[in-house]
């Protein structure tokens, strides 16, 4: 067991269905699996109204060092269930990620570039946290009843019902339900039971975890390594997590003895080449595994609906796996009404497309002004006219942007699969000097202004009008050779997206600051 955490123990209570056993008990909506995308599918479900059963066969949270990444709209997922301000309080928040090649640093982002969000880019915590905290919500919570050591042994769906059979260590009873929600993990018993299939790949590759206790003044920042002098040839993965704990992440290659490479005195002398021979620290948890990226193909049975690992399995890399299990359990529409059809859950079989490189709303490069496109401002708009507009006479003109504002209809909302900075009109002023006179402006008006933030080739402020749009304002510093520069990559660069769908380094001195001395301001 872990030197830095307890795990609870939770009691198994005898289900009244044992003791009438002629009885067949109905419920509403029965969810399999306490791990955290069963939990939240549960804990989403009662929050609606909506009577829950969640049956789990064990008594404790997750065993050892599994998933540790939360990402932005995973928090706000928690925070949704009522468990994102503990998860906050006790991970470690991140932005930044940095990539090296041997010693070399060769890519870096920043998840949060701007300050005004109300989570950070990601957050570190160990998964039986995670799964402690939904366990308080989900006992907490009115309408859902959880069971532990009440293990599923049998499935049959029916056109109106799924009836269950449920093994505990007093004896077996008998379920039925509207919707069986099927969160059991990668093995999924239940996936079996049913002969459904998933299909895809399995990588010939291993990874060696080690998660490490040890004071170290690194930066709460996620590292990665290719090639690295301490373990040449391969790749290492560094992250910090709650309690002083490291998890580092070597690949071994598939040749690698699993059961050999967990020993100690295997284990050990890695991290010491990687920290160095006086850093101390202690083994707190390691194993060797390997990684599959698997997808059934449909996630909805009848009345039966699979999500998390059970529906859908990646790669650890890109922290997507209880991210998009959380996500996964706001696509399943559920209707419990004992007599409803099944159409409801058709979008839950449908996998997520990935977003096209370039988007239509979103940043845009600014764009030339014209004597007929003066101001968008000049009067406030008649929609929003009992709301304080103190824009109309701090913004100078700007390219024509037309917005419509429907009264009888509800606000527009913002996307939520993206960041709050992603969605944002952008426009154009004369010169810098008129972009430092209105960013002073707004700020004496009381309006929060974020920047002036260089793009290179021009320098831009953001802020919210009154009516709640994320607003853009551009001036032009572009230098002499730069468009040209740019010119000469474009096809290479969108070459480089479509095979890797990662961002080009071609243009790379756009970010990095280069472009000061290769682009001198006269030539």
């Given at each position: 067991?872990?030197?830095?955490?307890?795990?609870?123990?939770?009691?198994?209570?005898?289900?009244?269905?044992?003791?009438?056993?002629?009885?067949?008990?109905?419920?509403?909506?029965?969810?399999?699996?306490?791990?955290?995308?069963?939990?939240?599918?549960?804990?989403?479900?009662?929050?609606?109204?909506?009577?829950?059963?969640?049956?789990?066969?064990?008594?404790?949270?997750?065993?050892?060092?599994?998933?540790?990444?939360?990402?932005?709209?995973?928090?706000?997922?928690?925070?949704?269930?009522?468990?994102?301000?503990?998860?906050?309080?006790?991970?470690?928040?991140?932005?930044?990620?940095?990539?090296?090649?041997?010693?070399?640093?060769?890519?870096?982002?920043?998840?949060?570039?701007?300050?005004?969000?109300?989570?950070?880019?990601?957050?570190?915590?160990?998964?039986?946290?995670?799964?402690?905290?939904?366990?308080?919500?989900?006992?907490?919570?009115?309408?859902?009843?959880?069971?532990?050591?009440?293990?599923?042994?049998?499935?049959?769906?029916?056109?109106?019902?799924?009836?269950?059979?449920?093994?505990?260590?007093?004896?077996?009873?008998?379920?039925?339900?509207?919707?069986?929600?099927?969160?059991?993990?990668?093995?999924?018993?239940?996936?079996?039971?049913?002969?459904?299939?998933?299909?895809?790949?399995?990588?010939?590759?291993?990874?060696?975890?080690?998660?490490?206790?040890?004071?170290?003044?690194?930066?709460?920042?996620?590292?990665?390594?290719?090639?690295?002098?301490?373990?040449?040839g391969q790749s290492v993965l560094l992250h910090k997590q709650a309690d002083n704990v490291w998890r580092i992440d070597f690949q071994l290659g598939w040749d690698?003895?699993?059961?050999?490479?967990?020993?100690?005195?295997?284990?050990?002398?890695?991290?010491?080449?990687?920290?160095?021979?006086?850093?101390?620290?202690?083994?707190?948890?390691?194993?060797?595994?390997?990684?599959?990226?698997?997808?059934?193909?449909?996630?909805?049975?009848?009345?039966?609906?699979?999500?998390?690992?059970?529906?859908?399995?990646?790669?650890?890399?890109?922290?997507?796996?209880?991210?998009?299990?959380?996500?996964?359990?706001?696509?399943?529409?559920?209707?419990?009404?004992?007599?409803?059809?099944?159409?409801?859950?058709?979008?839950?079989?449908?996998?997520?497309?990935?977003?096209?490189?370039?988007?239509?709303?979103?940043?845009?490069?600014?764009?030339?002004?014209?004597?007929?496109?003066?101001?968008?401002?000049?009067?406030?708009?008649?929609?929003?006219?009992?709301?304080?507009?103190?824009?109309?006479?701090?913004?100078?003109?700007?390219?024509?942007?037309?917005?419509?504002?429907?009264?009888?209809?509800?606000?527009?909302?913002?996307?939520?699969?993206?960041?709050?900075?992603?969605?944002?009109?952008?426009?154009?002023?004369?010169?810098?000097?008129?972009?430092?006179?209105?960013?002073?402006?707004?700020?004496?008006?009381?309006?929060?202004?974020?920047?002036?933030?260089?793009?290179?080739?021009?320098?831009?402020?953001?802020?919210?009008?009154?009516?709640?749009?994320?607003?853009?304002?551009?001036?032009?510093?572009?230098?002499?050779?730069?468009?040209?520069?740019?010119?000469?990559?474009?096809?290479?660069?969108?070459?480089?997206?479509?095979?890797?769908?990662?961002?080009?380094?071609?243009?790379?001195?756009?970010?990095?600051?280069?472009?000061?001395?290769?682009?001198?301001?006269?030539?």
């Open positions: 067991m872990l030197k830095t955490y307890q795990y609870p123990k939770y009691p198994f209570v005898r289900p009244a269905e044992l003791d009438h056993p002629e009885q067949t008990r109905h419920v509403p909506v029965v969810v399999v699996g306490a791990g955290p995308v069963g939990m939240c599918a549960a804990l989403d479900l009662a929050q609606k109204g909506k009577p829950v059963l969640l049956l789990d066969d064990d008594d404790t949270v997750s065993i050892g060092s599994r998933g540790v990444c939360y990402a932005k709209r995973a928090l706000e997922i928690l925070d949704r269930l009522g468990v994102g301000e503990r998860v906050v309080q006790k991970g470690v928040s991140w932005n930044v990620g940095r990539t090296f090649y041997r010693n070399d640093e060769v890519f870096s982002f920043n998840l949060v570039p701007e300050p005004d969000h109300h989570r950070p880019g990601m957050v570190n915590l160990q998964q039986y946290y995670l799964e402690e905290y939904l366990v308080d919500a989900c006992r907490a919570t009115p309408g859902l009843e959880m069971r532990w050591k009440n293990k599923v042994i049998a499935v049959t769906p029916g056109e109106t019902v799924v009836a269950l059979r449920v093994e505990t260590p007093e004896g077996a009873y008998s379920l039925t339900c509207d919707w069986l929600i099927v969160a059991d993990g990668a093995r999924s018993p239940i996936r079996h039971m049913l002969g459904l299939d998933i299909e895809g790949k399995i990588f010939m590759d291993r990874f060696l975890i080690a998660d490490v206790v040890m004071k170290a003044d690194f930066p709460a920042e996620r590292w990665f390594w290719f090639d690295p002098p301490f373990h040449p690698a003895d699993p059961e050999l490479e967990k020993r100690p005195e295997r284990v050990i002398p890695r991290i010491q080449a990687m920290l160095g021979d006086d850093r101390e620290f202690e083994l707190e948890w390691v194993s060797v595994y390997t990684f599959q990226c698997r997808r059934m193909n449909r996630f909805n049975h009848g009345r039966v609906l699979f999500v998390g690992d059970a529906a859908h399995q990646v790669s650890p890399f890109g922290a997507r796996g209880a991210n998009s299990g959380t996500r996964s359990i706001c696509c399943a529409r559920i209707n419990t009404s004992r007599h409803a059809g099944v159409r409801s859950t058709q979008t839950q079989s449908t996998p997520r497309l990935p977003v096209p490189p370039i988007a239509t709303v979103g940043r845009t490069e600014p764009k030339r002004r014209s004597e007929r496109s003066r101001s968008c401002h000049s009067t406030p708009n008649p929609t929003s006219t009992t709301r304080k507009n103190t824009l109309s006479t701090t913004i100078p003109p700007v390219t024509t942007s037309t917005r419509f504002e429907l009264p009888t209809r509800p606000p527009m909302g913002r996307d939520p699969n993206t960041p709050a900075w992603t969605q944002h009109i952008a426009f154009e002023v004369e010169s810098m000097d008129v972009l430092l006179e209105t960013k002073a402006r707004l700020e004496a008006e009381g309006i929060e202004v974020v920047g002036p933030t260089d793009h290179a080739l021009f320098q831009s402020i953001y802020f919210f009008d009154p009516n709640g749009h994320r607003i853009e304002l551009a001036a032009n510093t572009l230098r002499p050779g730069m468009l040209e520069a740019l010119d000469k990559v474009k096809w290479e660069m969108l070459e480089a997206w479509r095979q890797t769908k990662r961002a080009p380094q071609h243009a790379r001195w756009m970010h990095d600051g280069r472009y000061i001395t290769m682009f001198p301001e006269s030539q």
